[in-house]
């Protein structure tokens, strides 16, 4: 594979997780909102329970904490994810301009043996 080739397959990697890494933003975005959601609901059915029956009220505690915990878990694994797909667009940055950097060293490369080529050409004559 030349090193057109290689940088395109980084390039189509680094846009590919680029649109990963959007698609768990948006998607940690709306565990945190249920998890808000979660946790005022849950507050206030279980205040209005109470009124009514303590083991209602207390179940209603229970159930609402246990969904609560399985969406900060749920909002952690997306954390991770967006870590990791993070880390997978720097590196797939990395090596883009890795083989950027070794496309103008090898045309830097060529020039210098132009250049140096002409010289000799230029005083072969003197």
Do not use: C, P, W
Not at 19 to 36: D, G, M, N, T
Not at 48 to 59: P, Q
Not at 65 to 77: G, S
Not at 88 to 113: F, H, K, P, S, Y
């Amino acid at each position: 594979m030349d090193q057109k080739g290689i940088r395109n397959t980084y390039l189509d990697l680094r846009y590919k997780y680029e649109l990963l890494l959007a698609e768990l933003k948006k998607q940690q975005l709306l565990v945190s909102l249920i998890r808000l959601f979660v946790f005022v609901a849950g507050g206030i059915i279980s205040a209005i329970i109470f009124g009514h029956s303590i083991t209602g009220g207390i179940t209603a505690i229970l159930i609402t904490i246990i969904i609560f915990l399985y969406l900060v878990k749920k909002y952690e694994d997306y954390s991770d994810k967006i870590t990791i797909t993070g880390n997978l667009i720097r590196i797939n940055d990395n090596e883009i301009n890795a083989t950027e950097d070794r496309t103008l060293m090898i045309l830097n490369m060529i020039l210098q043996a132009i250049s140096i080529y002409s010289v000799k050409i230029l005083f072969s004559d003197i």
